[in-house]
T-cell receptor, first 108, second 115 residues
Framework: QKEVEQNSGPLSVPEGAIASLNCTYS??????FFWYRQYSGKSPELIMF????GDKEDGRFTAQLNKASQYVSLLIRDSQPSDSATYLC????????FGAGTRLTVKP | NAGVTQTPKFQVLKTGQSMTLQCAQD?????MYWYRQDPGMGLRLIYY???????DKGEVPNGYNVSRLNKREFSLRLESAAPSQTSVYFC??????????????FGSGTRLTVV
C-alpha cells in the first residue's frame, strides 16, 4: 500500500475557477503535511505546510487537514494559467514521503 | 544566495560504471536528503542525513551509498550503475525543528541515464 496517495489527473479547470487537489496518507501518526508545486522539468517548490486540523489560508491557496480521515487537500482559488503544474502532497518530517502528484491544467 | 546546488545536471553512464552526485547547500540547514523521481512514481527517498555525522536509509537505498562530508555537503554514490537507476535525482535540505515545521528546499536536479 502506497503511503501517500493522490489522483494523478490530469485535472483541468477554466481560468478563474477553484481547483481542488486531494491527498490521503496511511501513517496515522503523521504530524506534518506539505504541498509542493513542480513545473515541468523543474524542481519542486514549497507552497504550503499544515500541521493542525482545519484550514490554513495563504493568498489564493488554502490547505485543509483532517487527521481523523487521514486526508489533506489544497484549494486554489481564482486559478490562473500560471498555476498549471504538478502538485505534490508530502507527509512526514525527516523522511518525508511524497505522493505521485496531480497534474493541473488551467485553461484560459 | 545559491540555495541547494547539485552537480552535474546531466550524466550518461554505461552499465557497471560508478559516479558520485554532489550536493551542497549554503543555508546552514541541518538536514539533507536524496530523492529520485520516476514517471508516475513521484519522489522516492533514497537516503537522508538528519544532522552532520548521521545518515539513514530511505525507501529505496539499494545500489546507493551516501556521505555527509560536512554540514554543507551530502553526496550520493552509485558504485555499479544499472539501467534501473535511470532517473532524475534531487537533493534537498531543511532546517527541521519542533515548531514551526519547515519544508524542503530542492536543488535543480541531475538527470541520469544508464545505458
Amino acid at each position: 500500500q502506497k503511503e501517500v496517495e493522490q489522483n494523478s489527473g490530469p485535472l483541468s479547470v477554466p481560468e478563474g475557477a477553484i481547483a481542488s487537489l486531494n491527498c490521503t496518507y496511511s501513517d496515522r501518526g503523521s504530524q506534518s503535511f506539505f504541498w509542493y508545486r513542480q513545473y515541468s522539468g523543474k524542481s519542486p517548490e514549497l507552497i504550503m505546510f499544515i500541521y493542525s486540523n482545519g484550514d490554513k489560508e495563504d493568498g489564493r491557496f488554502t490547505a485543509q487537514l483532517n487527521k481523523a480521515s487521514q486526508y489533506v487537500s489544497l484549494l486554489i482559488r481564482d486559478s490562473q494559467p500560471s498555476d498549471s503544474a504538478t502538485y505534490l502532497c508530502a507527509v512526514g518530517r525527516d523522511d518525508m514521503r511524497f505522493g505521485a502528484g496531480t497534474r493541473l491544467t488551467v485553461k484560459p | 544566495n545559491a540555495g541547494v546546488t547539485q552537480t552535474p545536471k546531466f550524466q550518461v553512464l554505461k552499465t557497471g560504471q560508478s559516479m558520485t552526485l554532489q550536493c551542497a547547500q549554503d543555508m546552514n540547514h541541518n538536514s539533507m536528503y536524496w530523492y529520485r523521481q520516476d514517471p508516475g512514481m513521484g519522489l522516492r527517498l533514497i537516503y537522508y542525513s538528519a544532522s552532520e555525522g548521521t545518515t539513514d536509509k530511505g525507501e529505496v537505498p539499494n545500489g546507493y551509498n551516501v556521505s555527509r562530508l560536512n554540514k554543507r555537503e551530502f553526496s550520493l554514490r552509485l558504485e555499479s550503475a544499472a539501467p534501473s537507476q535511470t532517473s532524475v535525482y534531487f537533493c534537498a535540505s531543511s532546517q527541521q525543528g519542533v515548531l514551526p515545521l519547515y519544508g524542503y528546499t530542492f536543488g535543480s536536479g541531475t538527470r541520469l541515464t544508464v545505458v
